[in-house]
Every structure is written in structure tokens, then in C-alpha cells.
């Protein structure tokens, strides 16, 4: 079961996974990279999705630069929300963490919609984050894809 959300920036959760390698063991992570961006965590472990997409919505890239510069995709979306609910289900309890390079948009707006698609407290959420962003186009793809 998923208690809480944390959203951090990429150098923070580096930090914190070298003073504390079990994270992995004893919580939920959602790492969102940039194309090329080196990942903070290794990706074999079971409570750990990786996604790779840019922090912009489809339309506001000219097309023949999507590849380069993917958004968020149905795909992802799918990825966040079944993970999220198989999470949420389990026996085992701990917090979730979305990191993006700066925490601020991306990892943002797949916080606050777990916080609604898990109905966790929201608003203790943002009183912890207050400097969060969600990126629109990722929160309302989000939104659609669990049918809220």
C-alpha cells in the first residue's frame, strides 16, 4: 500500500539512494528521464517504473521533432497508473517517490494524480510541495487513462 508521495529532483534522489541503498527495498519509485539522461536508479527492481519522455505537451513541438523530444505517451500514461494501482494493493506499505531532473512539473503531476487515483491526502501533499508545477498535458493524459 502507497502512504505517501514524494516528488524530488534527480540530484536529490542520487543523494538520498547513496546514504540509504535499500530505498528500493522499502518504498515506490517513478524515475521520468529526459532522452540520453543517465538514470539515478538501476532499473531491475519490481517497485521501480522507468519512463522516458520530455516535459512538454505533443503540441507545442513541431512534428518533425516528437521523436527527438517525445512527450509523455498513452503508453506511459497506461505504465503509471497500472503500476500505481498494483502498488497501491500490495500488502506491503510504503511511500511513493516521482523524480524528474528538477521536480518540479513532470514528477509533479504524476504526484498529485496518485494522491487522487489512491485518494491519499492531497492537500498534506501540497503543503509539502509547495513549489510543484504539474505539467498539464501529463496530469490530464493521467486523468484519462484511469477514467477520472
Given at each position: ?126 503543503k509539502e510541495h509547495p513549489w510543484v ?16
Amino acid at each position: 500500500m502507497i502512504l505517501r508521495t514524494f516528488v524530488v529532483p534527480k540530484d536529490l534522489l542520487q543523494r538520498i539512494v547513496a546514504q540509504h541503498p535499500s530505498l528500493l527495498d522499502k518504498h515506490f519509485v517513478i524515475s521520468i528521464c529526459d532522452p540520453g539522461e543517465v538514470r539515478p536508479l538501476p532499473s531491475e527492481h519490481s517497485h521501480l517504473l522507468n519512463l522516458t519522455f520530455c516535459d512538454i505537451a505533443p503540441e507545442d513541438i513541431p512534428e518533425e521533432k516528437r521523436e527527438r523530444f517525445p512527450s509523455m505517451s498513452p503508453a506511459d500514461a497506461g505504465y503509471v497508473v497500472s503500476a500505481l494501482r498494483r502498488w497501491h494493493a500490495m500488502d506491503r506499505r510504503g511511500n511513493l517517490i516521482v523524480q524528474c531532473h528538477a521536480g518540479i512539473s513532470r514528477s509533479a503531476a504524476v504526484g498529485t494524480f496518485a494522491n487522487e487515483l489512491l485518494g491519499l491526502d492531497s492537500e498534506q501533499f501540497h503543503k509539502e510541495h509547495p513549489w510543484v508545477d504539474p505539467q498539464p498535458y501529463v496530469l490530464n493524459l493521467l486523468r484519462v487513462t484511469a477514467g477520472l
